[in-house]
């Protein structure tokens, strides 16, 4: 199955979550792929004592996921791209979604 994920939430403990369903959905054999969009893009520096995010993140990449980061969103925030989060724009993230099986949204 082909799953995407689009991740708009800056709050710890559910973007640590849906990392960690993506990479136990890798682990089962199917394809993810994660977009950040709006507060999402933040979740590299959503670590706090309880979620380890950016820890979960990398799991997901190692596993192979695909993350993708809103440009539009990183730019209003001042961020950059990162070698985890590449620069995206609507195009991938329409992609994503027609191509996937399921979208989740958290």
Known sequence: ????????????????NAFRLGAFSLGKGDIVKAFLLAKGVESETLNDDKFKVSEQMQTFVDAGGEMFACGTCLKIRKYGSSDMCPMSTLDDLHKIITQSDKVLTF
């Open 1 to 16: 199955m082909q799953l995407g994920m689009v991740i708009y939430s800056n709050d710890p403990e559910t973007v640590f």
